[in-house]
């Protein structure tokens, strides 16, 4: 797989569910960044998590990252409508100052 | 909340045209990037730059494209000869420090760019 693939590629949920999307990589990463694109708009970043962290929280989200396994993932809790959008991985390899960014998942959440 | 600001939000050009995308970072950051995103794929990393000069460049940054920051304020891509693949969604960043630091990076809306 590429560096950052997520997966689902799609989901959809009632409001009110639990969204869970998941991220793998493959090399060594400084950190890991999850970011939203709602249609058509720019990348917002959400959260952070550095290699030397396990999970964070910020909200109604919460993000793992397991660098023995390089995956993390996305949780949103008590999902709204508004809260459809693309979700996408990004990898900071500590180089360059560049992230890659994985292929996203769509989220869906329908009231 | 400072933001990143583009212009124009959608351009349209004939192939082998010249095209200026500009970009607004915000105010106290060092740091700028472009990325592209042609449509249904992934956020493709360009350039990063820092301190007037290019510090990363990807293969996608070849000679037709240039990055310059002609003042305090402005980043500005320049394209030299755009060929038909290089439709897609551009989006200027920046940050207030370099990854090494862990730093979020802020995007903003994009300039859709069309080539006929």
């Known amino acids: 797989s590429q560096q950052g693939e997520e997966d689902p590629q799609a989901l959809s949920i009632q409001e009110g569910e639990n969204a869970t999307m998941n991220c793998s990589y493959k090399?060594?990463?400084?950190?890991l960044q999850w970011y939203r694109q709602n249609s058509g708009r720019g990348l917002v970043h959400l959260i952070l998590i550095r290699s030397n962290e396990r999970e964070k929280h910020s909200g109604r989200l919460r993000v793992t990252l397991d660098t023995s396994k390089k995956s993390s993932s996305l949780l949103i809790t008590a999902s709204r409508a508004a809260d459809t959008a693309s979700y996408f991985c990004?990898?900071?390899?500590?180089?360059?100052?560049?992230?890659?960014f994985g292929t996203g998942t769509q989220l869906k959440v329908e009231l | 909340e400072p933001e990143v600001t583009q212009t124009p939000s959608h351009q349209v050009t004939q192939m082998g045209q010249e095209v200026i995308l500009r970009c607004v970072p915000i105010s106290n950051h060092l740091y700028f990037y472009w990325y592209r995103q042609i449509l249904g794929q992934k956020v493709e990393f360009l350039v990063s730059?820092?301190?007037?000069?290019?510090?990363?460049k990807s293969e996608i940054f070849d000679d037709q494209f240039s990055v310059e920051r002609p003042d305090g304020s402005n980043f500005t891509l320049k394209i030299r000869s755009t060929k038909l693949e290089d439709s897609a969604m551009y989006f200027c960043?920046?940050?207030?420090f370099g990854t090494g630091l862990s730093q979020p990076q802020h995007f903003g809306d994009g300039t859709r760019l069309s080539i006929l």
């Open positions: 730059f820092y301190n007037n000069e290019i510090s990363e």
């Open positions: 960043a920046s940050s207030e």
């Open positions: 990004a990898t900071d390899t500590g180089g360059g100052n560049k992230l890659t």
């Open positions: 090399t060594s990463i400084n950190n």
